[in-house]
């Protein structure tokens, strides 16, 4: 990937693009509090990597990591001025080196369920955005996610090192890795009057949400 690099955001940096992007590019209730980011990624459980192209920035990412085998894709975005121009088909790449540069065999994320769209178009897009992914080498799973509200279905990017089609680990696993993530970045409390166990909940698709 000519001209493409990817570097760890210092913690200077995370709170000047905390201003700068995430409050552009999520609205408030999906963003993380500043002082809580700032907390995890003192504590090695948060990663924020900045993508550059040709020395800007072009994207970002940051991850929820616990030194176990995965990590969550917290939030990822393409800069506004760059969208639609294959930026994010060539961060897919660079999210797969991300992942074995954090020493992770699989990087999870969430993908809000295409059958739950309030309106045609909007499954329509969710449709579209699993397909990129796909097309990206991601790996659909048989897991599900609520998070504060939202359904997700959950895919996986392998590592690079781990190469063009590795087998999947098991849905199980999927969804072992991505309790302790939820927990490692949530806290008991994670707004007043809700518990952990209320904010999120993670399932097999074949149990039904059992």
């Not at 969550?72 to 969208?83: E, F, G, I, S």
Request: proline share 7%; charged share 25%; hydrophobic share 40%.
């Amino acid at each position: 990937m000519e001209n493409w690099t990817m570097r760890e955001w210092s913690a200077k940096e995370l709170r000047a693009y905390y201003q700068e992007c995430l409050r552009r590019d999520f609205p408030p209730d999906e963003r993380m509090p500043l002082a809580r980011m700032e907390e995890l990624t003192q504590t090695g459980g948060q990663v924020s990597l900045g993508f550059y192209r040709a020395g800007e920035l072009a994207a970002y990412g940051v991850f929820i990591k616990n030194g176990r085998e995965a990590a969550l894709l917290n939030y990822y975005a393409v800069q506004p001025q760059l969208r639609g121009q294959g930026v994010g088909t060539a961060c897919l790449g660079l999210l797969r080196r991300a992942a074995d540069q954090m020493a992770a065999h699989w990087i999870i994320f969430e993908v809000e369920a295409p059958e739950d769209g309030s309106t045609p178009e909007e499954t329509e897009t969710r449709n579209r955005r699993v397909a990129f992914y796909r097309r990206g080498g991601a790996l659909a799973t048989g897991v599900d996610s609520v998070l504060f509200g939202v359904h997700y279905h959950i895919m996986l990017l392998p590592a690079a090192s781990l190469g063009p089609e590795p087998p999947p680990p098991e849905d199980r696993a999927v969804r072992a890795a991505l309790e302790d993530l939820y927990r490692a970045a949530i806290t008991d409390r994670p707004a007043p009057g809700l518990c952990f166990q209320e904010a999120c909940r993670v399932w097999l698709r074949d149990q039904k949400g059992l």
